[in-house]
């Protein structure tokens, strides 16, 4: 069984427009600042607070890890593993 590179895997996958994903979990067009079609900053002070609080895991680090999987790899890792206990998950990279 041959794996895919981070490249082939990348290549492989579907984009979708930020606005969609925004308005995917109730963000309106409205409160996006855009940059291209795929990512946005989002203007806290136009969209409505939840009564339902999420929670947040920060994921940092000080070093990178001797096997290579640092903070994106790892945090990537977690979101899969909330969804497959059917919980909501957002995450944000920068």
């Known amino acids: 069984m041959t794996h895919l590179s981070d490249l082939d895997i990348a290549n492989q996958s579907t984009l979708q427009p930020i606005k969609d994903i925004a308005a995917s979990v109730g963000i309106s067009e409205d409160a ?3 940059y291209g079609h795929y990512k946005a900053k989002i203007d806290i002070n136009k969209i409505t607070p939840r009564e339902n609080k999420g929670k947040v895991v920060l994921v940092t680090a000080m070093s990178p890890t001797p096997a290579g999987e640092g903070k994106s790899t790892v945090t990537v890792g977690l979101a899969d593993a909330f969804h497959e206990l059917n919980k909501n ?3 944000a990279l920068r």
Do not use: Q, S
């Open 32 to 34: 996006l600042e855009p």
């Open 89 to 91: 998950v957002m995450v």
